[in-house]
T-cell receptor
Framework: NAGVMQNPRHLVRRRGQEARLRCSPM?????VYWYRQLPEEGLKFMVY????????ESGMPKERFSAEFPKEGPSILRIQQVVRGDSAAYFCASSTGGQETQYFGPGTRLLVL | DAKTTQPPSMDCAEGRAANLPCNHS???????VYWYRQIHSQGPQYIIHGLKNNETNEMASLIITEDRKSSTLILPHATLRDTAVYYCIVRVGNSGGYQKVTFGTGTKLQVIP
């Protein structure tokens, strides 16, 4: 049973470009969470999605960031017009339900030049 | 939200038991204690969780005090591969009925040969 998959594992963007991060949840999981980890810091919650619905986006910046989890395909975290401060590791987690254990993917490391 | 307090770092000799403490004095009656670890640059790995009773699985044991204000994660025979940052987390409940996991700074465990 494959775990949570994230791609790309590493992403380099120049300031002003767009970054698209993908997350495929574990088989049978319909709940997806995105977290961001800045260097030397703990993980910070960004957004929680179920299929086709955003449940909680309270941790996501209002500008430039968006997330989706379509009926078919992976969840996408999209960052428009990236800035250097967006450089971080972005982790996705999935679960079978809102109160069930979250299992994390390997992360995408975004570097903005 | 119940907050947790963990020592910033600990050392443990290889082959010995590693006992990682966590204080969560404001925990509510229906909140679970979860433990994750993050090995350098990898995604957080779920270890164990519990509500009131002590729990054991193939990775570790979780001892929760009777008043639930603190807990200890025990790795019975630490190996070098157990070197990681260990996060003690209290699951946040809310009206949405989902698990909004909040990570602190954790305990950096160094297993020494």
């Amino acid at each position: 049973n494959a775990g949570v998959m994230q791609n790309p594992r590493h992403l380099v963007r120049r300031r002003g470009q767009e970054a698209r991060l993908r997350c495929s949840p574990m088989k049978g999981h319909s709940h997806v969470y995105w977290y961001r980890q800045l260097p030397e810091e703990g993980l910070k919650f960004m957004v929680y999605l179920q299929k086709e619905n955003i449940i909680d986006e309270s941790g996501m910046p209002k500008e430039r960031f968006s997330a989706e989890f379509p009926k078919e395909g992976p969840s996408i975290l999209r960052i428009q017009q990236v800035v250097r401060g967006d450089s971080a590791a972005y982790f996705c987690a999935s679960s079978t339900g809102g109160q069930e254990t979250q299992y994390f993917g390997p992360g995408t490391r975004l570097l903005v030049l | 939200d119940a907050k947790t307090t963990q020592p910033p770092s600990m050392d443990c000799a290889e082959g010995r038991a590693a006992n990682l403490p966590c204080n969560h004095s404001t925990i509510s009656g229906n909140e679970y204690v979860y433990w994750y670890r993050q090995i350098h640059s990898q995604g957080p790995q779920y270890i164990i969780h519990g509500l009131k009773n002590n729990e054991t699985n193939e990775m570790a044991s979780l001892i929760i005090t009777e008043d639930r204000k603190s807990s200890t994660l025990i790795l019975p025979h630490a190996t070098l591969r157990d070197t990681a940052v260990y996060y003690c987390i209290v699951r946040v409940g809310n009206s949405g009925g989902y698990q909004k996991v909040t990570f602190g700074t954790g305990t950096k465990l160094q297993v020494i040969p």
